[in-house]
């Protein structure tokens, strides 16, 4: 029965959010553009694609897919300190696995990855998903928008960056 009553309170939670927060989101992904291009759109993800281009893996979000990706903003990006993002610009190998800590293989839905205790992503690593008091969090950071579809996928949206240990 606790199984069930926190089901229901992490969809009604991401229903919430999709309702609040998605609707002009989801007339910009109307297109239905690729994973790279919805992100762009938002206008909200420019330092992930700019990182996702210097690790070459910017080509691999525009392919076919389908795959899952935990987007951090840029104001989850703007809070780590400028030295890890310039680091990590300077290291392709370690920018590479934290990227691909944020994505995973398939098109996982928010009713999907609630019912989910971890996923496994592109760097080979699982992330723990929870669900307390109505708040979703994958590998600790909370998830703020679901479900924005592109043609090769789904983003959810971090406020967070996923950094592999």
């Known amino acids: 029965m606790n199984s069930i009553k926190r089901y229901i309170a ?21 297109s239905q553009g690729n994973i790279v291009q919805t992100a762009a759109a938002a206008g909200q993800f420019k330092t992930l694609i700019k990182l996702a281009q210097v690790a070459g893996l910017a080509g691999a979000l525009e392919g076919k897919g389908p ?25 392709r190998a370690r920018l590479r696995a934290v990227l691909l800590y944020h994505v995973v293989k398939g098109r ?18 699982s992330l723990r998903v929870r669900v307390k008091n109505g708040v979703v969090t994958v590998g ?26």
Do not use: Y
């Not at 229903?15 to 998605?22: K, Q, R, T």
């Not at 795959?67 to 290291?91: W, Y």
């Open 10 to 30: 992490a969809l009604a939670a991401l229903a919430a959010i999709s309702v609040a927060v998605l609707a002009p989101a989801s007339s910009a992904a109307s």
């Open 67 to 91: 795959l899952t990706v935990f987007a951090p903003t840029d104001a989850a990006f703007a809070k780590l300190p400028r030295a890890t993002v310039t680091a990590l610009e300077h290291n």
């Open 108 to 125: 996982i839905t928010a009713a999907q990855l609630v019912k989910r205790h971890s996923v496994k992503t592109l760097n080979g690593q």
């Open 140 to 165: 600790g950071i909370r998830v703020i928008k679901t479900n924005i579809a592109a043609s090769n996928g789904v983003i959810h949206v971090i406020d967070g960056v996923l950094i592999p240990r």
